[in-house]
C-alpha cells in the first residue's frame, strides 16, 4: 500500500508519518493486516510536480492540510477549500478512485449559528468531497475532529492546552479567563489509533445531532471514538500537579486510558532540558541511605535504600502496612520474626537473583548487608504513603 499524507509537517501529520513509519518498518505490529509500502509526504514547501506523481501513485490519502491561523480570513477558504479541490482534481486527472480522507472539524457543524470562516470553509470541504465520491465513486471519509492535543502541538498558535503544557513546564504565565469552560478533547494517539482503523477499512462512522456525535453503522461522516471532556480549570489543576511531582514526588491517578494520563504524557513532551533531571532528598548516615523516589495516590510509595557492608536496617514492624524488598545489587539477609513468637524466617538475597519479599505486617523485619566489601541496594515499596502522624512503624529487633 502506497500512502499520501498532505500537511505531512503538521502536528497531526507529522505524528501520522512516523506512525506509519513504525508499521512499514516492523516496529509496530498491531496491525498485521496493514501492508505499508511508500509514504508520500506533502507539505506546503512541496513542489506541485510531487502532488501530481503521488496522486497518480497513492492507494490511501490522508488530507490532513488546511489553515488554522492565517493573516487575513479568506485564506481559510484558499488553504482549507482550494487545496481540497486541487488535490481531488489530481487524483481525478489520473483516474484514482483510492479512498481519501478528510480532516475537517467539528466547528463545521456551527454553520447557521456561528459566523466564523474557519468552519465555513471545512463546511465547504466536506460538500467538496462529497460531491467528489458521489461523481467518481470513489469511497471519502469525512471526518469532523474536536480540539485536538497531544505531544508536538505547537503552542501559542491554536490549542490552548498546548500553549498551557508549554508555559507550565516552562515557568511562564498562563491566562484563564473562564475556569469552567469546558473542552472536548481528542488525543493524538487515538487519532492515529482510528486513522489506522481507517486504513484498514474498519473506520467508525457517525452523523452529527446538532453538535453531538452519534455512532452509527452507515454513518455519513467519521469520527474517533475516544475523546475527553475537561474544564480549563481541571485541566490547569493537573498540569500544577505535574510540575510539582519533583517536589512531592506524588503521582496523580493516572488510570489506562483515562484523560490525566494523556495530558501528562504531553505535559513531558514540553519539558525544557534542565527539568529533565531532578535531584531527590538522600537521608544519608554512616549506615547508607534512604531516599523516597515515587509516591502515588492510591499505590503507596516506592524507596531506594542503601547499606554500608555489614550493616543492618529495618528492626522494626507495622499493624497494617505491607512492603516488597527487592535486591538489585550486592548480597544480604532478610529476617521476619511473627511478634509475640521466636521463629524466625530468613530470606538470603542478592542482586544475582532478583525477588521480591514480602514485609508481612504484624512481623519485625530487617535486611542486613553480609557483603564486607560491596553496598547492598534494595528497592522497596510499601502499600501505603508514610505519614509522619501516623507511621504504624515500631521498633524491636528480629
Not at 468531497?129 to 498558535?157: H, I, Q
Not at 542482586?351 to 542486613?368: K, S
Not at 557483603?371 to 528480629?398: C, Q, R, Y
Request: glycine share 8%; net charge negative.
Amino acid at each position: 500500500m502506497k500512502i499520501l499524507v498532505t500537511g505531512a509537517k503538521g502536528f497531526v501529520g507529522k505524528n501520522l508519518v512516523e506512525n506509519l513509519k513504525n508499521i512499514r518498518d516492523g516496529k509496530n505490529r498491531t496491525h498485521p493486516e496493514l501492508d505499508i509500502e511508500e509514504i508520500f509526504e506533502y507539505d506546503v514547501d512541496s513542489a506541485p510536480e510531487e502532488l501530481d506523481e503521488y496522486c497518480s501513485k497513492a492507494d490511501f490519502v490522508f488530507n490532513l492540510a488546511g489553515v488554522n491561523r492565517p493573516k487575513d480570513p479568506k485564506e481559510f477558504n484558499e488553504g482549507n477549500f482550494g487545496f481540497a479541490s486541487t488535490l481531488l482534481n489530481t487524483l481525478k486527472k489520473h483516474g484514482n478512485k483510492c479512498t481519501v480522507m478528510l480532516s475537517s472539524s467539528i466547528q463545521a457543524t456551527l454553520i447557521g449559528r456561528y459566523d466564523g470562516e474557519y468552519g465555513r470553509s471545512k463546511k465547504a470541504g466536506e460538500e467538496l468531497f462529497f460531491t467528489y465520491a458521489s461523481e467518481t465513486g470513489a469511497k471519502v471519509l469525512v471526518y469532523r475532529f474536536p480540539n485536538l492535543a497531544g505531544k508536538w502541538v505547537r503552542p501559542n498558535y491554536n490549542s490552548a492546552v498546548g500553549t498551557f503544557c508549554n508555559n507550565i513546564a516552562n515557568g511562564l504565565p498562563i491566562q484563564v479567563n473562564d475556569p469552567s469552560v469546558e473542552l472536548e478533547l481528542l488525543f493524538i494517539d487515538d487519532l492515529v489509533e482510528e486513522m489506522f482503523n481507517a486504513l484498514s477499512g474498519n473506520e467508525h462512522r457517525c452523523e452529527f445531532d446538532g453538535i453531538k456525535t452519534v455512532l452509527c453503522e452507515n454513518g455519513k461522516y467519521c469520527t474517533v471514538p475516544v475523546t475527553h471532556r475537561a474544564t480549563l480549570g481541571y485541566i490547569v489543576e493537573c498540569l500544577e500537579s505535574f510540575r510539582d511531582q519533583p517536589n512531592t514526588l506524588i503521582m496523580p491517578k493516572i488510570a489506562p486510558g483515562s484523560f490525566e494520563k494523556k495530558l501528562y504524557s504531553m505535559y513531558l513532551s514540553y519539558l525544557p532540558k534542565e527539568k529533565v533531571a531532578f535531584d531527590l532528598k538522600m537521608n544519608v548516615d554512616e549506615r547508607g541511605s534512604f531516599t523516597e523516589l515515587l509516591k502515588t495516590v492510591d499505590h503507596g510509595q516506592f524507596s531506594v535504600n542503601i547499606s554500608k557492608p555489614g550493616i543492618t536496617k529495618g528492626q522494626h514492624w507495622h499493624n497494617s502496612k505491607w512492603e516488597f524488598f527487592i535486591v538489585v545489587s550486592g548480597h544480604g539477609l532478610i529476617q521476619e520474626r511473627k511478634i509475640g513468637t521466636d521463629e524466625v524466617i530468613e530470606f538470603e538475597v542478592s542482586g544475582e537473583r532478583i525477588q521480591a519479599v514480602h514485609m508481612l505486617p504484624g512481623y519485625t523485619h530487617n535486611i542486613i548487608n553480609l557483603s564486607k566489601t560491596e553496598d547492598l541496594v534494595t528497592l522497596m515499596w510499601a502499600n501505603e504513603i508514610f505519614d509522619p502522624s501516623h507511621p504504624d512503624t515500631f521498633g524491636e529487633k528480629v
